[in-house]
């Protein structure tokens, strides 16, 4: 056939280049909140996380989704999910690299050693010598690697955060820590479906929400029965149902029930001491917008074998300590997205030639992207502010800080998240919204945005929580105080966010109400990351967030810039190579 046209002007697509080596932002936020962590494990891990071999991966694992085997072929009950080898592979790369239950592990870092059946694979984050398997400062860490692994594939994080989250909770059943907490810990990765004894590594999922209730989960109605006590507790008889059960091939859930003490929490193992499987009935898959490569699955209980964790009665304080975690989990990731999705928008714009010029040239574009740029490097500095808290529990303004920042964080960063995908898809054109190559990832991205957002409380619970933590005391410190030292080292940087910052006390004082609460949450939210940027981006950056998000500066959607505004270094600062 005779060739009818000549491909051009079609850029290079995102790959074979290191996530964390281009990521300036990321690497300021790092020298901020942990300076003397060492970053060249997270560079080799960038590395990996930007080649081809692991892209293909990620598509794999998404267009091939997980499949569910109620039954197998003579009609006995199954309840399997089978996964494509690819969702394999990221999850062994997640695992090695201890995005997991890893940051945990101090006091059994001995107990780990022992466990490690294997290296991890080249480019993983590996362990230090030390106490701490990630150093100094593992939540920190932790925190990077897992917002690094979220540009390549998120799904696949469903199951490692909800690890990451369960195991400090363990810790209320002694005995059930003490078998299982190693290898929840361990960077092996085993997905057989075996004994925990004989596997070199765990993951574990959670179960909360029901038919009936949702978020609301003291209405729950799935019952526990106490039938019998052994080496790990009380063990009970659990029966009834979960309308939301991710990950449902982890080794072991935490899930909410009701006893006669009230709403309590128990550890419920998907195989049981003689091998056999507990009673735990996969009904379906959920077929959801995006979070393709994750199952997630309706479940039903009967009388399955659990143990308790923690006092009974005292669930609901249980999963509130898990939640902060997994919210912590939803900033990092909504961030992560922000970053991949602005760099593939960089990218295409900096190549395809419109009118005469490279997009990226254009006047307009220059101020969609560094208005782009300036949000993601916003959300990249909350989120890991917010993983320092974690990593210094002791100190009682960290606890506040944690507490405060928990509940603005995942609101605010995820709130923005759909939009800001939108908006990177248009700079592609009708290239950012096919599914197919390079391009698809856009569309990736664009469906997974929305996921963080209502994931472990939706935008009216976390702006509900802030203004509990800021009108009352909750024993964990001054979230008021705390924030007000927070903001002290920005004051006198830019006269925005000092009126901002000397209003809020009076706001929340003078709140009669929680109709304000998303706006407080909001301008809370905004003063934070004016606050970290003041410290940790360069002059142009802090100068143009302030000026757009503080003083008005700025219209209704991204790209309305103020013309004062220092285009240039911002755009060359978020650029991917």
């Given at each position: ?193 075996k004994r925990w004894q004989d596997k070199a590594g765990l ?206 964080a995942k609101f605010w960063i995820c709130k923005r998240g ?160």
């Amino acid at each position: 056939m005779e060739a009818t046209h000549e491909v051009f002007n079609q850029p290079q697509p995102l790959v074979g280049y290191n996530l964390f080596a281009s990521n300036r932002p990321l690497q300021d936020a790092l020298k901020f909140n942990a300076p003397a962590l060492d970053t060249a494990e997270l560079s080799r891990l960038g590395a990996t996380l930007g080649s081809a071999e692991m892209q293909t991966h990620a598509r794999l694992a998404n267009r091939h989704k997980p499949e569910l085997h109620s039954h197998d072929r003579f009609g006995r009950r199954a309840d399997q999910v089978e996964f494509h080898p690819s969702y394999h592979a990221l999850m062994e790369l997640a695992t090695t690299s201890g995005l997991h239950g890893t940051p945990w592990a101090e006091a059994l870092a001995p107990t780990l050693v022992a466990t490690r059946t294997t290296l991890p694979p080249e480019g993983a984050l590996s362990p230090r010598g030390g106490p701490s398997v990630l150093g100094a400062s593992p939540h920190v860490a932790r925190a990077a690697g897992f917002m690094l692994f979220t540009e390549l594939e998120p799904s696949v994080l469903c199951p490692i955060s909800m690890t990451y989250a369960v195991t400090p909770a363990l810790r209320s059943n002694a005995a059930i820590y003490a078998d299982w907490g190693p290898k929840l810990a361990s960077r092996a990765y085993d997905p057989a479906l075996k004994r925990w004894q004989d596997k070199a590594g765990l993951t574990m999922g959670m179960g909360m929400t029901e038919k009936q209730g949702g978020s609301d989960v003291r209405a729950n109605t799935t019952h526990a029965e106490s039938v019998g006590h052994d080496g790990w507790g009380e063990r009970y008889a659990i029966t009834g149902h979960k309308w939301f059960f991710s990950a449902p091939m982890c080794d072991a859930f935490l899930v909410l029930a009701q006893t006669r003490g009230g709403l309590s929490c128990f550890f419920l193992p998907r195989v049981l001491a003689d091998g056999s499987l507990n009673a735990i009935r996969i009904q379906r898959l959920k077929d959801k917008l995006g979070n393709q490569a994750n199952a997630s699955s309706e479940v039903e209980f009967h009388q399955a074998s659990a143990w308790l964790v923690g006092d009974e009665g005292r669930g609901v304080p249980q999963i509130l300590e898990m939640g902060s975690m997994t919210r912590l989990d939803c900033a990092l990731g909504t961030s992560g997205l922000m970053r991949q999705a602005l760099s593939i928008a960089l990218n295409h714009t900096a190549q395809r030639q419109a009118f005469g010029k490279p997009l990226m040239a254009q006047p307009l574009m220059r101020n969609v992207l560094a208005d782009l740029a300036l949000e993601s490097e916003a959300a990249t500095a909350l989120a890991m502010r917010l993983a320092r808290a974690f990593d210094k529990p002791a100190d009682a303004h960290e606890r506040a800080m944690a507490r405060l920042l928990t509940p603005v964080a995942k609101f605010w960063i995820c709130k923005r998240g759909s939009h800001f995908a939108q908006e990177t898809m248009e700079c592609l054109g009708g290239n950012g919204y096919v599914e197919e190559g390079g391009e698809g990832i856009m569309a990736r991205i664009y469906r997974e945005m929305p996921l963080n957002s209502i994931w472990e409380g939706a935008g009216n619970i976390m702006a509900l929580d802030l203004l509990r933590a800021l009108r009352r005391g909750d024993g964990k410190g001054d979230a008021m105080a705390a924030l007000a030292q927070e903001l002290l080292p920005a004051k006198g940087a830019h006269p925005a966010l000092d009126r901002l910052a000397a209003a809020l006390p009076a706001r929340v004082e003078d709140m009669a109400t929680e109709l304000e609460a998303r706006r407080l949450a909001q301008d809370v939210a905004l003063a934070l990351q004016a606050a970290l940027l003041c410290q940790s981006a360069p002059a142009p950056v802090f100068a143009a967030f302030c000026d757009s998000r503080l003083a008005g500066n700025w219209g209704q959607t991204f790209g309305t810039l103020g013309a004062g505004t220092d285009f240039d270094s911002i755009i060359s600062r978020a650029m991917p190579h």
